[in-house]
DNA sequence: CATGAATGAGTCTTCATTCAT
DNA sequence: TATGAATGAAGACTCATTCAT
């Protein structure tokens, strides 16, 4: 399943088939409402058009989730939680702190680069002054694995003699999302500027290697 | 100057004041479109409150600008007019490659932390997959000397011996603007994550100084 | 320069240029008006674009007739007096009854077929219930010849015993008229209705031997 | 019926009431635009208005016609359609060729007269050349009864000897439609150049007889 | 649960007209 | 005279949301 919220215990036998139809149009409301808000921010998506591509009544948006911004809010809690899981997936204790790293910043393009989606709500929810992320409880407690990976690493990196001991683990992990991040996020206007295709499939595998060595070499002692 | 081009005041008493008083209204609109645009996205921007910001008649922005997408494109080109003619102020013939590349990316830093609005701006055009910037001849015709400082700069010090050789100049911009870019576009959402309060001063003072030496780092030899 | 180009002023002596320029600023109005208010309507004609095919300033529309409707009730003066013009040119009396019948038909056939804007402006002053006729003074005193001509041709063909005494010449006028200008007012919609390009060439030389025909078999006794 | 087609009353209860109250609000639209774009033309004609005069919700208009251009194509689709039921009540086989024409006629004038609005969205229809006609299918496929009825008529009036050969149906039906249309089309401006209130009632009887008389006249071996 | 109808408060845009020079 | 700037009133159209069944 791509969402977490479980929907409300319910005990009536005759419900289930409801209950089947009403998750999966919960879901197909849901990612319709992610592609929306992704492709055309909060003020410019259109609860009509969420409903008809999820392939539901209009009526159900406010029936799940009372109105717009509900939706909104739970489809950033779906991408947030979308990339908990995958993150929950990294291990790294069997790898050596340079391996390790490596993995680490690759997973953070990657992720970038298979979750357009993922980096448009995050860009319109700044816009909003992260009002949603502070007004969700979920999305607060819904803690990241990363930073705790990055730092353990970091760490173990430094202790071994192969990472500098200056920077801190935020510090860090800003610079190193965000050198994969603006790529993916300003794709166009660095395209435009540069008069260069960024999007093309050989740009892309050109900035992988350029970020993991970038990032590696800012590390080394 | 803080919009487009306009004629430096002249003192001829009567023929001035209207010429003024028109270049007025129309910066006027353009200081709140970038305003507007900026907070709320070019879908949730109202061209009734651009106007009564700037004080004029909201029929002006049709006169000037024929329809909210034309103002939303002179808005477009002001910002990067605007840090174009910033661009152009830096010097750094007398530095050496090491001093000039903290200066280039001290400078980079340092825009976006005083502009918030060419971030947002550029979000939103990112959003619209640059269509805007696309259609702009002036906008396409508005070539950055950031990139050839940054060039110049890595040649002198890949000569110097003093840079790593491996870094094409399109690359290190990315990631030199990257890190700064993303701790300000994402500032909420970060703050949010990390539980801290990643606009206070001191995270500020603290960010520039990482990115600074962030970047030095990776371009060691 | 982004501001109000400053027009070179030039205080050349004589107003004779200016009179000049004016009377054919004028007519140019006019001519423009007719052309929007017949393709367009009133309520669908822009004072903007009449002023722009006249090559004029806006203003003078105000400038010389006061307003929108000022201008029309000028326009529609204009093709009154136009076909007034013509009509006094129609010289009848060295003909027999049935060739002059035969004229004064083709004359209004001819006429029409030429000029759909007069169709066309009459069309809009009728949807206006006669608003601007009946408050034209003018237009009430610019007396039609044409009627008084078909009368006497009338009589002249009653007395010589080639034409029916019932017709009144006002039925006949509204009569000879109606089997031409129906055929062009509504020449769109019949030729939809039909199928035939009712607007071809060949179309209207049917339709004027028909028309004349028509009416002269309707007079024989 | 008036309007478009509307579905069959049914006689459940709940479900009915339903659909009627439907069906009332886009019948009350449809006829509240008639009688508005004849009145005003398209694009004097005001949504708001159409909406007042219907008492419903201005929103309507687009929920179910998507557009003022949709409502206007209705409208002019319903005024054909209304024209075309009347023609087909018509039964002339049990009259002579005489009595069949004499009532073909009249019904053009009664029509006529009766349905101002008729005249005036063609009047309307064809200042925008055509456009709504030809663009709607249910127009094109509207066939009118009438032509054909004339058409058997001339014939069977040619071959009884009571009617002249050398008509063709379409221009005698354009020259018999045309006596009556341009009587009501252009009864302001008439009435105005001649001094005469052509709209007064006995004005409309002796037109009526005079049409009548004029086409059999013409017809007249 | 599901659905189309309905609504009110906007939202962009137009346009005749006036102002200022 | 002539012109661009400016304006108020209104117009078409949108959209989140609610109602009724």
Redesign the interface.
Known sequence: MTTTSTPPSQSKSASTRRQVSSASARDALIAAAIGEFA??????ARVDEIAGVAGVNKQLVYHYFENKQGLYLVALESVYAQIREKEKALSLDAMGPLEAMSELVGFSFDYLAEHPEFI?L?????????RY??ASDR??TMH?PF?EMLEATLSRGVEAGVF?A??DA??LY??M???????F??????????G?SLDAPSALL??RR??I???L????P
Chains 1, 2, 3, 4 share one sequence.
Not at 122 to 130: A, P
Not at 217 to 220: M, T, V
């Open positions: 492709a055309k921010g909060f003020a410019g448009s995050l860009t319109d929810e700044n816009r909003n002054r992260g992320i502070l999305l607060k990241s930073i500098r200056e920077y935020v510090n800003i610079s999302a965000g050198v994969s991040y603006f790529f996020s300003n794709n166009h206007t660095l395209s435009a500027i540069f260069r050109q900035r350029h970020v060595a970038f990032v070499n800012a590390l080394r």
